[in-house]
């Protein structure tokens, strides 16, 4: 595609569930990024991925939060047991090294 | 950890004004910066890049200045439009990761 995509746009779901957030980036890249902007706050760093590298999880808020990317392409994030606190706009974003990022619309999500 | 802050949080200005965004961090072994614009109800665009070797970049009525010693960066808009109101934001990045500020919300008036 021409740009980075996320699926789905916008999850509304229950306390306590889990949810699962996909990212498509842009072909060729080999570093993918994960980050989440909470309302009025700046964007925060979640995890990052390099090719066959092991992922740098050090932004992970916590241990319900988990990603996997699947073929040096798509990557889903995960968190379970959702909390009202996970509530943001998650964005992904693919490079094509270690410069330019390309940013996905984002996926918004809102914990009842 | 690295701290980013950006002043002013939000800047009104008429169409035509020049102006300048700054942006400070706390740490100034970086690998690069970005400036990004954020739409209301989209994703990030990508403005400019300065590497950690570099004093400033351009494109088109675009400057941004690095000064990594003092751990500050600028971003001049010129000739500003009504289409250049946005949410600007700057990120210092390390090896692996960007550290972003909250943003100066920017509203240009026609």
């Known amino acids: 595609g021409a740009g980075v995509s996320q699926s789905p746009s916008n999850k509304v779901t229950e306390k306590g569930k889990d949810v699962e957030l996909r990212c498509d980036p842009i072909s060729g890249h080999t570093a993918l990024y994960w980050y989440r902007q909470s309302l009025g706050q700046g964007l925060e760093f979640l995890i990052y991925f390099q090719g066959n590298s092991a992922p740098d999880k050090s932004g992970l808020p916590s241990d319900r939060f988990s990603a996997e990317r699947t073929g040096g392409s798509v990557s889903t994030l995960t968190i379970q047991r959702t909390q009202q606190e996970d509530s943001a706009v998650y964005l992904c974003?693919?490079?094509?090294?270690?410069?330019?990022?390309?940013f996905g619309p984002g996926t918004r999500l809102t914990v009842l | 950890k690295q701290e980013v802050t950006q002043i002013p949080a939000a800047l009104s200005v008429p169409e035509g004004e020049n102006l300048v965004l700054n942006c400070s961090f706390t740490?100034?072994?970086?690998?690069?910066l970005q400036w990004f614009r954020q739409d209301p109800g989209k994703g990030l665009t990508s403005l400019l890049l300065i590497q950690s070797s570099q004093r400033e970049q351009t494109s088109g009525r675009l400057n941004a200045s690095l000064d990594k010693s003092s751990g500050r960066s600028t971003l001049y808009i010129a000739a500003s439009q009504p289409g250049d109101s946005a949410t600007y934001l700057c990120?210092?990045?390390?090896?692996?990761?960007?550290?972003f500020g909250s943003g100066t919300k920017l509203n240009v008036k026609p």
């Open positions: 740490d100034s072994a970086i690998y690069n």
């Open positions: 974003a693919s490079s094509p090294s270690a410069t330019l990022q390309f």
């Open positions: 990120a210092p990045r390390d090896f692996n990761k960007f550290y």
